[in-house]
């Protein structure tokens, strides 16, 4: 299961984050991360992209990112 495949509102734990470089640092440096919880707050219109919130930050991601983000709840 992925961040993207969460349900408005559904919060599960970050358990890999399949990309590497600068995006992988760039998550990371924002706290999304191994371990971490993250939660779905909404999608946008055509569900292009996703807001989530994990370690105390909002982020939207899009859609390609989310589905490389795996998570268990």
């Known amino acids: ?11 599960a734990k970050i358990t ?3 990309l590497s470089g600068g995006v992988k640092a760039r998550l ?3 706290g999304i991360k191994s371990g971490e919880r ?3 707050l909404g999608f946008s219109l055509l569900k292009s992209s996703v807001l989530i919130s994990c370690a105390a930050v909002r982020v939207g991601i899009r859609k390609s990112l989310a589905e490389k983000i795996e998570v268990t709840i």
């Open 16 to 18: 890999a984050i399949n």
């Open 28 to 30: 990371t440096a924002l």
């Open 1 to 11: 299961m992925t961040v993207f495949d969460l349900k408005r509102g559904q919060s």
């Open 38 to 40: 993250v939660e779905a």
